[in-house]
């Protein structure tokens, strides 16, 4: 299989200045088994942009003008509240994309995407995305199991949301964390890249020193090890029976 490794134009800042950047299109999953052709259209409409920290990646309201895929870095999708007050809603990581609910629909972006660290996209016009739509059916299928894994989330962080108990809610956002991670029951989970506290309070509708705080706590229990930018959960099963009310 072809690597689809190619030099596209780089967006250094907004139209600043270009350079190139050689992007692996297969490593991004949604493009991983398009045909050559499919491939070398995309390769012809892509465009590479970078923001830095804190920078709006994509804002609310805007049109929904094209498919961005996160390249690296991490990016934090928000919304914002009648009085200002920003609600974490998801992360994304590398390799995931975004703006396709307003492109499908052809409507205005429903919330705002904001760089936690320098990031890189990647942006595809309207047009090419829709076509990859309706004429890939590996992009179909792999669109399908997103939409249906996004309701998933959806619901799962509307029951968190739901919890009165805020140190419960926090416990409850670590255990959704770790339930991405591949790893045998009652083995350590490791939640890479973790939010700050401030972007965790954003989420789940509490304080920073709330979170602060909960992690204290479950630091001295020695069911959690902080690492730089990531966490450790040492005792997964321990984690479960605080969600519990144990």
């Keep these: 299989m072809a690597t689809g490794g190619v030099a596209v134009p780089f967006d250094t800042r907004h139209g600043a200045g270009q350079t190139q950047a050689q992007i692996h299109l297969r490593k991004i999953p949604l493009l991983a088994d398009l045909s050559e052709d499919e491939m070398t259209r995309v390769k012809q409409e892509l465009r590479i942009r970078q923001y830095a920290k804190r920078e709006v990646v994509l804002h609310k309201g805007g049109h929904g003008d094209g498919l961005l895929f996160l390249l690296s870095g991490q990016l934090q999708v928000i919304d914002v509240t009648e009085d200002g007050r920003a609600i974490g809603l998801r992360m994304l990581a590398p390799g995931d994309f975004f703006g396709e609910i307003a492109l499908i629909n052809n409507s205005t972006r429903s919330a705002s995407v904001v760089a936690l660290t320098p990031v890189v996209v990647a942006f595809l016009p309207a047009t090419t995305a829709m076509h990859l739509f309706s004429h890939s059916p590996s992009v179909a299928n792999q669109m399908l199991r997103h939409l249906a894994q996004k309701i998933q989330r959806d619901s799962e962080f509307r029951a968190l949301l739901s919890i009165n108990n805020t140190a419960k809610r926090i416990y409850t956002y670590l255990v959704l964390m770790q339930s991405k991670q591949q790893r045998q029951p009652g083995e350590p989970a490791v939640v890479e890249d973790l939010p700050t506290h401030q972007d965790i309070a954003n989420m789940i509708n509490t304080s920073r020193e709330t979170v ?7 630091t001295q229990k020695g069911i959690v090890q ?10 997964p099963d321990a984690l479960e029976k605080l969600v519990q009310g144990e």
């Design 212 to 218: 602060t705080r909960a992690l204290a706590v479950l």
């Design 226 to 235: 902080k690492d730089a930018h990531r966490l450790i959960i040492i005792k």
